[in-house]
């Protein structure tokens, strides 16, 4: 079982702003990596570090972490933006050292 | 730029062993960790350990110990992932690269279906 634990399913309408959040003991110790999986492709990393962004990825995504929550806004949702998001993050256990949460699959209406 | 490109679709009978490859280019072979994440139908991500391509060293999950040996070739820049089969192991079988400064994966291979039927 995760111990990342997040929403199995979000919706947003298109334009508006959706949050996708993480909860695990592990994020009150480290910080949270978002990932985006559309059908049929690897997961791309759209957040990294508290809240850094790689190259290409587009403003409208946002992290932020608070105690044992890790949040992904996404601010104006695009139609694109529809996908399976994964958090994931180090741990503190030898041999489980890193850890995904269960995905969020997120539409856009 | 950074290519990681995995190994082709496999099928498999319970008991049997794979090995999936993960070709890296584009960067410094050694300087980066390789992680293999495993994805069953259906279903989330699960992180399976780590090669440091260094040092050869290696790091499994729990779940896998028993099942998984990961090796690199260092003149091919090539990382494996051996695994020992069981009925429940069908998924897609992904190698992504550490980023340096911190524990995201930057970069991703395609993955590598492996089907697992008796």
Redesign the interface.
Same mark, same amino acid.
């Given at each position: 079982s995760s111990e990342l634990t997040q929403d199995p399913a979000v919706s947003v309408a298109l334009g508006q702003t959706v949050t996708i959040t993480c909860r695990g003991d592990s994020l009150r110790s480290y910080s949270a990596t978002w990932y985006q999986q559309k059908p049929g492709e690897a997961p791309l990393f759209v957040i990294y570090g508290e809240n850094n962004r790689p190259s290409g990825i587009p403003d409208r995504f946002s992290a932020s972490r608070s105690g044992n929550t890790a949040s992904l806004t996404i601010t104006g949702a695009q139609a694109e933006d529809e996908a399976d998001y994964y958090c994931s993050s180090r741990a503190t256990r030898i041999f489980q050292p890193w850890l995904f949460g269960g995905g969020t699959k997120l539409t856009v209406l | 730029q950074v290519h990681l490109a995995q190994s082709g679709a496999e099928m498999k009978k319970p008991g049997a062993s794979v090995r999936v490859s993960c070709k890296a280019s584009g960067y410094t072979f050694t300087d980066y960790y390789i992680?293999w994440?495993r994805q069953a139908p259906g279903q989330?991500?699960? /992180?399976m350990g /780590?090669i440091n391509p260094n040092s050869g060293d290696t790091?499994? &999950? *729990?779940n896998f *110990?028993a099942w998984v040996t990961m090796t690199r070739d260092t003149f091919i820049t090539t990382v494996y992932m051996d695994m020992r089969l069981g009925p429940g192991d069908t998924g897609v079988y992904?190698c &992504?690269r550490q980023?340096l &400064?911190? #524990? #995201?994966?930057?970069h /991703? !291979? *395609? !993955?590598s279906l492996v089907t697992v039927s008796s």
């Amino acid at each position: 079982s995760s111990e990342l634990t997040q929403d199995p399913a979000v919706s947003v309408a298109l334009g508006q702003t959706v949050t996708i959040t993480c909860r695990g003991d592990s994020l009150r110790s480290y910080s949270a990596t978002w990932y985006q999986q559309k059908p049929g492709e690897a997961p791309l990393f759209v957040i990294y570090g508290e809240n850094n962004r790689p190259s290409g990825i587009p403003d409208r995504f946002s992290a932020s972490r608070s105690g044992n929550t890790a949040s992904l806004t996404i601010t104006g949702a695009q139609a694109e933006d529809e996908a399976d998001y994964y958090c994931s993050s180090r741990a503190t256990r030898i041999f489980q050292p890193w850890l995904f949460g269960g995905g969020t699959k997120l539409t856009v209406l | 730029q950074v290519h990681l490109a995995q190994s082709g679709a496999e099928m498999k009978k319970p008991g049997a062993s794979v090995r999936v490859s993960c070709k890296a280019s584009g960067y410094t072979f050694t300087d980066y960790y390789i992680h293999w994440v495993r994805q069953a139908p259906g279903q989330g991500l699960e /992180w399976m350990g /780590w090669i440091n391509p260094n040092s050869g060293d290696t790091n499994y &999950a *729990q779940n896998f *110990q028993a099942w998984v040996t990961m090796t690199r070739d260092t003149f091919i820049t090539t990382v494996y992932m051996d695994m020992r089969l069981g009925p429940g192991d069908t998924g897609v079988y992904y190698c &992504a690269r550490q980023a340096l &400064a911190d #524990s #995201s994966f930057d970069h /991703w !291979g *395609q !993955g590598s279906l492996v089907t697992v039927s008796s």
